[in-house]
């Protein structure tokens, strides 16, 4: 494939960098000492604002609904530029959870459901939850599930406890994975039911403290407990039973949104490195930290791995866009946890190039190494990725003679 960024995309880049520079990174300082996002919505509305006047708005979500309706490949570079921020995504409305719920309202709304939730999901005036992960069961297994929706006359009534309902707070509704289908072959047991937040039996017990924070609304990840909570029939999402199928259709994508999101914070991390060692003197003859070997050898591997993971990502979402997404799974998995282990070592690396200072909430680097932790679990455990992805190289080598 050709990896030039077209040319479309190059006035689009241009603008959102500046916009991130000029708008967004200022407002870091005040979003990683200030413990309620809540207080940083007004400002974030205002800087939302600028964005729809810019006609940026939703860059990957439907033309229809007030989006730019960017394809994979274009977007991918629209998620690197806003991923040097943690507040990027969330400004251009192209956050995840709602990312994913509105590619699910997309492909398998019904009018109606379209109509009141992902039109004011694309608008921004509404947020939403994915509530898939139980307390007590393992989520890399997912079709171990114990949330029931039992139907009652015209209804579902939920049972079960969820957690890291990533931004349940403030939410207006959640996307729940909940088993309907007993008889069914086990991937076909569960379905995805709309839950507004405000149904009684839809109780959020609170919001996990995280990395030594609990977050509040878009930053909140919530426990919740679903008592006998009662939902029309009509909310069931693409069909009794095809839960899992429609998660994994959200996944392809959402990876490709996260794994650009992270080369962002790569470049951020990997620029302020350079920048620190470029000028930390550290030596009475006025030598910088950039003139030591040690330091070199660790820009130069930074350098490489962020470049091997960008084009490996790029190929990737090129290759869903041309082939789809079945075709494009082991090197879904691939970037998935490749991606995943450099940031957190690019991180790592300049963090340990700003010494003291990178333990501080003075920059930004400790919010990345904090939070972008749990990207090595989310979406997949490393550990079942490399699983998955062994499998099927492995496949066929048993009967096959290799010389
Ligand atoms: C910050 C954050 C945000 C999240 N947001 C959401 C959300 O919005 N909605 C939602 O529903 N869920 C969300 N999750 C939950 C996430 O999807 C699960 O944590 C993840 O799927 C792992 O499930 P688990 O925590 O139950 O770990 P387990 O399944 O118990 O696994 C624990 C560990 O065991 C290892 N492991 C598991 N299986 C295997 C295997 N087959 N072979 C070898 N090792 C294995 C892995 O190292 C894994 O990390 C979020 C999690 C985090 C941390």
Redesign the pocket.
């Known amino acids: 494939m050709d990896f030039e960024v077209p040319d479309k995309m190059k006035v689009i880049i241009e603008m959102i960098n500046e916009f991130v520079d000029k708008e967004i990174i200022p407002l870091e300082p005040e979003f990683a000492h200030n413990r309620d996002f809540r207080e940083m919505l007004p400002v974030l509305e205002e800087k939302r604002a600028m964005v729809k006047k810019m006609e940026l708005w939703a860059p990957n979500h439907p033309r229809e609904y007030g989006g730019m309706g960017l394809n994979l490949v274009e977007h991918a570079f629209v998620s690197e530029c806003l991923g040097r921020t943690p507040l990027g995504h969330y400004v251009f409305n192209c956050q995840?959870?709602d990312a994913g719920n509105i590619e699910i309202l997309h492909l398998h709304g019904t009018p109606e459901q379209k109509e009141a939730y992902l039109r004011p999901l694309v608008e921004g005036t509404i947020r939403s939850?994915?509530?898939?992960?139980?307390v007590e069961?393992?989520?890399?297994?997912?079709v171990m599930m114990a949330t029931t929706a039992v139907k009652d006359g015209d209804d579902y009534v939920i049972n079960g406890q969820?957690?890291?309902?990533?931004?349940s707070d403030g939410s207006k509704f959640a996307i729940v994975?909940a088993v309907t289908n007993p008889e069914n072959p086990t991937y076909l047991q569960a379905s995805m039911i709309i839950v507004p937040t405000d149904t009684p039996g839809f109780n959020q017990v609170r919001t996990i403290p995280?990395m030594g924070e609990a977050g509040t609304d878009y930053t909140g990840?919530g426990e919740i407990l679903y008592q006998n909570c009662r939902v029309p029939r009509k909310n069931l999402l693409g069909g009794e039973g095809m839960g899992f199928v429609i998660a994994q259709e959200r996944l392809g994508p959402g990876r490709i949104h996260h794994c650009m999101r992270w080369i962002g914070i790569c470049n951020r991390c990997f620029d302020l490195m350079c920048s620190r060692a470029s000028k930390r003197i550290i030596s009475p003859d006025g030598k910088t930290l950039s003139t030591r070997q040690i330091i070199q050898s660790w820009i130069s591997e930074c350098a490489a791995d962020i470049q091997a993971a960008r084009l490996m990502i790029l190929n990737t979402a090129w290759k869903i866009e041309k082939y789809g997404q079945k075709e494009a799974r082991q090197d879904i998995s691939m970037i998935k946890f490749f991606t995943a282990g450099i940031m957190q070592n690019v991180i790592d690396k300049a963090l340990q190039v700003h010494g003291g200072l990178g333990m501080t909430d003075d920059i930004i680097i400790p919010f990345f190494y904090r939070?972008e932790r749990?990207a090595?679990?989310?979406?997949?455990?490393?550990?079942?990725h490399k699983?998955s992805l062994a499998k099927r190289i492995l496949n066929g080598y048993a009967d096959r003679e290799v010389r």
Do not use: L
């Open positions: 995840a959870p939850c994915f509530s898939m992960t139980e069961m393992p989520g890399s297994n997912p969820k957690w890291y309902s990533t931004s994975m995280v990840h939070h749990a090595r679990i989310y979406d997949g455990a490393d550990e079942v699983m």
